[in-house]
């Protein structure tokens, strides 16, 4: 996969990182996936690459 190769290839020191994420943007609504900017790595961080997530009924509950 061509992606996977320019993800090993560069090692984001000090770039933007653009990503998407499921926010909470007000309690009881519906989390909005969108995208973001994250700060770029800083030494001796690293990269990883989330594949799935599970929202229970804990984090549910905190967020109503």
């Given at each position: 996969d061509e992606s996977k190769s320019d993800l090993k290839s560069s090692n984001f020191l000090g770039e933007k990182i653009l990503t998407r994420a499921a926010v909470d943007l007000e309690a009881?609504?519906?989390?909005?996936?969108?995208g973001v900017k994250l700060d770029g790595l800083r030494s001796r961080e690293v990269l990883v690459e989330i594949r799935a997530i599970v929202v229970c009924y804990t984090d549910e509950f905190i967020r109503s």
């Open positions: 009881g609504k519906l989390l909005e996936v969108m």
